[in-house]
């Protein structure tokens, strides 16, 4: 059993900041990849940071230069530094996380519950 944990969200003002954080547990080998995505109403889920287990990251184009995707591989946590925060951030954002399992041949990815992230204008 796998599960991950996410905290951090809320409602903040334009130009504000939030911390996001996803933590995994359970019977866990070790994780790769790791990420989070946001998913708006009436809209499609989409990428919005990603970070390998060695640390290289890449964002996408509408959050480069105000959010940072970090990990602690000891804790099996990734965060997400969000700063200057616009109304279009306004979603649920959901932590992404391919881990193989103790005793698993194969890489599953696992999803957190969400968290809603609310941007006032």
Known sequence: ?????????????????????CAAS???????????????????????AAISRGGSRNYAE????????????????VYLQMDS???EDTAVYYCKADIFRTGSAYIVPYWGQGTQVTVSS
């Open 1 to 21: 059993q796998v599960q991950l944990v996410e905290s951090g969200g809320g409602l903040v003002q334009s130009g504000g900041s939030l911390r996001l954080s």
């Open 85 to 87: 925060l616009k109304p």
């Open 26 to 48: 359970g019977s866990i080998f070790s994780i790769n990849a790791m990420g989070w995505y946001r998913q708006a109403p009436g809209k499609e889920r989409e990428l919005v």
């Open 62 to 77: 509408s959050v480069k230069g105000r959010f940072t995707i970090s990990r602690d591989n000891t804790k099996n946590t």
